[in-house]
Nanobody
């Protein structure tokens, strides 16, 4: 099995910053793309940003210039630095990873449990 453990959520005032982390562990041979998604009640899960294994990044228009996604392949960890936070960034943030398992040698898609980010106005 593969586990994704998120941390770093919390309550912050508008204009503030938070840094989310996602650590992958378990039956891992290789991690391909990783990403952060967010969801608010009554809405679907939306992509915030993703990053390939070679560091190519992609951002939702709503967070461009404010959020930065990065990863440490040696530590199997991904980060999301969130600056200039707005109340509309309030959501549960989920980590996603597409991996190749050690055994059986096959691909799998995994999600973390989610971490709450609340931005007060």
């Amino acid at each position: 099995q593969v586990q994704l453990l998120e941390s770093g959520g919390g309550l912050v005032q508008a204009g503030g910053s938070l840094r989310l982390s996602c650590a992958a562990s378990g039956n891992l041979f290789k991690i391909n793309a990783m990403g952060w998604y967010r969801q608010v009640p009554g809405h679907g899960r939306e992509l915030v940003a993703n990053i390939t294994s070679d560091g190519t990044t992609n951002y939702a228009d709503s967070v461009k210039g404010r959020f930065t996604i990065s990863r440490d392949n040696a530590e199997n960890t991904m980060y999301l630095q969130m600056n200039s936070l707005k109340p509309e960034d309030t959501a549960v943030y989920y980590c996603n990873a597409n991996v190749i398992r050690i055994f059986p040698r096959s691909r799998g898609d995994y999600w973390g449990q989610g971490t709450q980010v609340t931005v007060s106005s």
